[in-house]
């Protein structure tokens, strides 16, 4: 008893003078730190369940990311071709064109109308299609053939991706730039050199440089060459205009040129970040590649939504009587809800940064040259992170509920 | 002496239509300040109920409920949650202490629910918690805790702002007889002071000896009292002496 008496004296607890050891209460944001240390010690308390709750955070959020990565990579992959081609802004094709790998060739004619609409600071052909290449051991695959004008070379790699050899080298005859997948397929193991050739329609295709090309969706070889020698490479056509790339005089628009010659010329033309969305709504619609991803994302979400809603629920189940009685002490409904909306964060902001980890890991280590293009996108990171902020609200929503309607006097009830 | 507790009339309801059941049958009790008072009964009596209401836990269905010189109706719902944060200290049967938090960390609970900042309260209560023979285990979680002891934490934490009324609810049931009776000695030295009052309730008869004055609840109503000699208010006309030793007044309501 004299030991409670001096601790009495010593040290006087004075609540109703509002000072404790010399110190005057703080504002709420320190009662809300104190309470908030309070929340995350009950959180981390229990090892097992915290676990079980950022293994289902970081599930969901690796899944969700990487499937969602990998669609986006395919999706980008489609428009390929039309990235690639940085020189130009507007694309112009037949009219019916629905995406850049099926194309109706335009008249040759229609190159000098298009010249003909006013605002057009020059237009040029661009050939696209697919012959068959065959190395000299006799290895052949279908390859995309893309021809350019042949005075200006418009459409051809931005110098810096060139890996060997330079574009003009393009002027020479037979010659072709090929991309480095569709070289290592061709000459497995062997270094880069120019000199290789292929044979396309009988006729000799001579490699004068090696460029990294964005990888196509179909994971065929890209080559590039001269529109006059594209014609030698594939079936004799009527008509081999595939596209024609155009670029906006000053002070014109890309929009406004589209639609000026689309009225001038009743050809279809497009931005090329409108041709390639075009390109990717084909394949969203016209496959079943949005379903499958979406189904897999989906499902993460489910899971991860499930997992740790239920987790999390048990978990406050399991602290309902330490809710009680904090409750029963003069903790608020707004403070509780507080708690445990700053545990849902924090389980959501830890279980989201180990997915994103594994994620980039999982890139990384699974890179290839099949693979290539298909990383984390941040913009993916992003909607990720805001479908693990709803999980984890959606989680929290029936703890809240339970300790709201949480009478304190349950705290009496053995 | 001051009132601490003043029931009038108090009735409680719970449930709605054929599965209403009353709880309290217009209860009237007075707790004095300075007194440790405890309400016995059988299980269903009440006890619970009446308690919760006093804390401010519960709403009457009827009557007047004054505690330390408050009406209850006068205060809004807010109110009462700063009034019970302010002026109450609780002790449950299951101490309900909080697993993931040391011995000193639970104590000092109900200075963070008031607004104090961490490291100084956890000072105050690792200060409290020595002075009650817990020294040595400052930083012990509740699961390394023996009862007795977890008990003690418990009764520390109701007391560590300094509460003018103290609530306990059956704080020995979980105890063994000797351990019990060493955490009611504790309470009675700690807790009693004639500006605090204290209402326990309890079934363990070994530990009346405690109290100041003891009401029987039966059937939600308060049926006999009785009080030390000297411990509490002059009774009015019509009380009884019988008790031999400690409890010699004694009256029925």
Redesign the interface.
Known sequence: ?N??S???L??P????GRR??G?S????K??S???N??AM??L???RAKYIGLIFAISFSSFLITQQASIFAGLMNRTRSQILDVTDADVWVMDPATQYVDEVYALKDSDLGRVRGVPGVKWAVPFFKGQPRAKAPDGKFRVAILLGLDDGSLTGAPEPRRMILGNIESLRDPDAVLIDLAGYHFFFPGQPLVAGKTLEMNDHRAKIVGIVDASPPFTTFPVLYTRYSQALNYVGRERALLSFILVKAAPAVSKEELTQRIQAATGLKAATSREFGWMTIVYYLIHTGIPINFGLTVGIAMIVGTVVAGQTFYLFTLENL??F???K?????NRRLVGMILLQALVVGAVGYAIGMGLAAVFFIVARTEATRAIVLLWQVMAGTGVVVLFIVMVASLLSIRKVLVL???M???? | MSTAVSCRGITKWFGEGGARVQALRGLDLDIGMGELAMLVGPSGCGKTTLISIIAGLLDPSEGDLEVLGTRSKDLSPEEQIFFRRKNLGFVFQQFNLLPTLTAAENVAVPLFVAGFPRRPAIEQASELLDGLGLGGHLSHLPSQLSGGQQQRVAIARALIHDPRLVVCDEPTSALDAKTGHKVMELFAEVAVRPDRALIVVTHDSRIFDFADVITHMEDGRAIREERKRGSGRAFEAGASINAPDQFLIERTL
Do not use: N
Request: net charge positive; hydrophobic share 40%.
């Open positions: 008893m030991s409670i001096s601790v009495e010593s040290h607890i004075k609540t109703e404790i050891c110190r209460p703080q504002k709420s320190t009662w730190s104190a309470m240390w309070v010690t009950m981390t308390g229990d009587k330490q009680g009685a904090l029963a002490m003069g903790t608020t009478e304190p006097a705290v009496f009830r053995g």
